[in-house]
């Protein structure tokens, strides 16, 4: 597969967010104008912050870590990670944080996508709104102390919920002692 590497890309396909891509014999997705995300890891006094929403593409709802598009508008070009941050989980989950630390770039399915997200750490959090997102959003919060994490994914998956693999880490980080801070 790595002559496929010097292949030339080509778009086959390109909306306003996402672009689909070939090279040499792989077909993948790409976001549109050089956008990324950020996802947020919010534990603080043995809690976690998630969030569930409805994703068209799973046809269901999803429990997934508070996250946003970074350079999303017009007018954003160029937007700080941890502002973009900041700024979703606010809408997201009516809590604010204190301090943003950058966890670094990561990949969701590089087979597949070649979009990246910066994880960021959110420490020193207290509520200031309802949550729920911008209008359409629809977003439910829920805020999971973390000695109860597994049963609480488990029983979201039996009642259909999709959940994104990044709890994962959250699980796995689990059995491996939680820190606060």
């Known amino acids: 597969m790595t002559a496929d590497r010097d292949e030339p890309e080509e778009i086959v396909w390109q909306g306003r967010f996402v672009v689909a891509k070939k090279r040499g014999r792989w077909e993948y997705v790409a976001r549109a104008r050089n956008i990324r995300a950020a996802v947020i890891l919010?534990?603080?006094?043995?809690?976690?912050?998630?969030?569930?929403?409805?994703?068209?593409?799973l046809g269901k709802v999803c429990l997934e870590l508070p996250a946003g598009l970074i350079g999303d508008h017009d007018d954003s070009e160029g937007e700080d990670p941890l502002a973009a941050a900041g700024r979703e989980?606010?809408?997201?989950?009516?809590?604010?944080?204190?301090?943003?630390?950058?966890?670094?770039?990561?990949?969701?399915?590089?087979?597949?996508?070649?979009?990246?997200?910066?994880?960021?750490?959110?420490?020193?959090?207290?509520?200031?709104?309802?949550?729920?997102?911008?209008?359409?959003?629809?977003?439910?919060?829920?805020?999971?102390?973390?000695?109860?994490?597994?049963?609480?994914?488990?029983?979201?998956?039996?009642?259909?919920?999709?959940?994104?693999?990044?709890?994962?880490?959250?699980?796995?980080?689990?059995?491996n002692g939680w820190q606060d801070g």
């Open 89 to 175: 989980l606010e809408e997201e989950t009516g809590w604010r944080a204190d301090r943003l630390i950058d966890g670094g770039e990561f990949y969701s399915s590089p087979g597949m996508v070649s979009e990246s997200f910066t994880l960021v750490r959110a420490t020193g959090l207290r509520r200031v709104g309802p949550g729920g997102g911008v209008a359409g959003e629809d977003i439910t919060v829920r805020r999971v102390p973390l000695a109860g994490l597994a049963g609480f994914v488990e029983d979201r998956r039996k009642a259909g919920l999709g959940i994104d693999v990044r709890i994962m880490g959250l699980l796995l980080a689990g059995e």
């Open 42 to 57: 919010a534990i603080e006094d043995g809690h976690v912050l998630l969030v569930e929403q409805y994703r068209v593409p």
